[in-house]
């Protein structure tokens, strides 16, 4: 046989296919699974950018509780007891917090809370769904005892 080979059936029996005649374009199924795999990746990586965004927020309302609560323990020790609000210890609040209407406010733009209770107080964030006060809804709340 010769370079090139001939195939002969019923309905083109005439039709010489050579080394060179081979096909130039993609079928729609490689086509097709190129798009998927394209298509999980980017899933992937969207995925893993919103828990590394979210871990981000997270890290940085910690920080962001731990200056307050310093501020807040300055203020204890200079006074006898810690303040009623948070707006008495926004002067002491060193650079890097957001700072509206004389409240710190969060990563998610909400205010931090502040609880006083007595000579102790709790100093939370409500985290990224904005809302407190039931189980479901506390489990993002990042709380500076925490």
Known sequence: MSAS???????????????KSR?????LI???????????LTMLIVSLWKVASRQSLEAKAKSELQKIQFA?????????QPPMN??????TLEG????????PIDPWG???????????????SMGADKATGVASNMMDDIDAGK
């Open 23 to 27: 096909r130039k374009a993609f079928t």
């Open 72 to 80: 807040i323990e300055e203020y204890r020790i200079k006074n006898g």
């Open 30 to 40: 490689e086509v097709m699974a190129v798009l998927v795999i394209i298509a999980i």
């Open 5 to 19: 080979t001939q195939c002969t059936s019923r309905s083109s029996p005439s039709r010489v296919y050579t080394s």
């Open 96 to 103: 890097g917090i957001n700072v509206a209407t004389n409240v």
């Open 86 to 91: 948070l707006s008495a210890i926004v002067s």
């Open 110 to 124: 909400q205010a931090y809370r502040y609880e006083q209770r007595e000579s102790t107080y709790r100093l939370y």
